[in-house]
């Protein structure tokens, strides 16, 4: 990213929504727009209540750590971290030591780039906790939503070892992924279930590292692609100037209006955060026989459809690299597949065609009409030769748009493809009749004329003959 060594390192965290209910509490986990409906006296620190540890989000915990390599303790257990936020109505949070045991300690992930060459991304903890409440802040007041207070957080930190925006947002990208293969969350950033926090210094050389500079609670990940690019430049332009002494170790945020990021405060070697054992939650034991269940409940994650996909189907390493994105892309394509679409049909339709109807309209694959058995209607349409492939992508449309049955669109819109050799051969007849100078050209050697006389039989049946026969008997006749 220039002349200096770029080091980063990330924090990403990721809200488990879908689990029923809090990591401590038994109030509902689930996005609500109604503020402050999910809430639980345990979650708002009333005197008297007690916590209670979720099984579903321990065991979520020990699978991630697995996916990681990490090191599982033999004991689970949290602490307190006391510091005073409003969005914490105990004044405390209930999380982990990353310095002693976390659920996940140390750790690895190969990540692959869109070109196909790998890196390793170094894991230094993985530990659950609890959210905080929301905090809105308006022009002369601020409101608090407690639905998310309570809700499970897994924290995952890496290494200092990225050094590329680039490489980052892939990494970031791909634990998503992996995160909402296992069940874990949604991982929608329009839910506020995804933030980072990132680290970024610059060096002379692969050696040693620069001045720690962290930018809190990026949003997204172009947000934190477009962060470490500018940080890198700031810190650079610096360093040129002869003024790196400004450089300190500092917090700062990313302003996506100015597209600048901006001092909050500096920092201290050390944030004292005063951590001490939380007492009403007893450590308990991770048994093997707890670990190796939940081991091999660990599902088909995302590299692992991208192998099959390229190897058992067929499909170049682009296409697999986009369906796997998302999990709920995959899923529709594996249905379409069940459905037996042919696996480059499917993945062409998905790729081409759905995917940039749901960008444009910011809708999910699963909230569209268009579900992968209507989809099969039309593939299998196109297949018996019922109708063309232009004919396929109008009808495409015209099932997101009226949202009705292919079937019944084919039949309203007369779309059935001409298949008749008479009747197509009639029309092209019709059709040279009108033009004997052009056939005169065409037999002279301009043999782009042919196409001339394809296009005016589509016109004359609306694009509903054959294209196919068209060409086959048009031949014939042009001898």
Known sequence: MGKYYVTIGLEMHCEGSLTNSKVFSSAKNEYNKLPNCNVSPVDMGFPGVLPVANKK??????????????????????????????????????????????????????????????????????????????????????????????????ELVTGPCLHSADDAVSFLEYMRAVYQYCGISEADSKKGHLRCDVNVSISEDENSLGTKVEIKNVNSFSSVHDAIVYEVKRQTALKDAGRYDEVVQQTRRWDDETGTTIA??????????????????????????????????????????????????????????????????????????????????????????????????DKNINEIYLTPERLSKITENVKSGKISSKQAKDLFFLVLEREEEPEKIMKDEGMEQISDDGAIKSIIEEVLNENPSQIEQYRAGKTNMFDYFVGQVMKKTRGQANPSLVRDILSELLK
Not at 326 to 331: G, I, L, P, V, Y
């Open 264 to 361: 909050m405060r500096d920092k201290v070697d050390a944030e004292d955060y005063k951590y001490f054992v939380e007492p009403n939650l007893p450590k308990f034991r991770l048994t093997e026989e707890f670990i190796k269940e939940v081991q091999e409940n660990i599902p088909e994650l995302p590299y692992e459809r991208k192998e099959k996909y390229i190897e058992k189907l067929g499909l170049s390493n682009y296409d697999a690299t986009i369906l796997i994105k998302e999990k709920s892309t995959s899923d529709y394509f594996e249905e379409c597949l069940k459905l037996g679409v042919e696996a480059k049909t499917a993945a062409n339709w998905i790729i081409s065609q759905i995917l940039g109807y749901i960008y444009k309209y």
């Open 57 to 154: 989000c321990v065991q979520y915990a020990v699978m991630m750590a697995s996916i990681l390599h990490a090191r599982i303790p033999e004991y689970m257990y949290w602490e307190r971290k006391n510091y005073y936020y409003p969005d914490l109505p105990k004044g405390y949070q209930i999380t982990q030591n990353p310095p002693e045991e976390c659920v996940g300690n140390g750790g690895y992930i190969d990540i692959q780039r869109e070109d196909g060459s790998v890196f390793r991304v170094d894991i230094d903890n993985l530990h659950l906790e609890e959210d905080a409440a929301q905090l809105t802040h308006l022009y002369d007041t601020s409101t608090i939503n407690y639905n998310r207070a309570g809700n499970p957080l897994f």
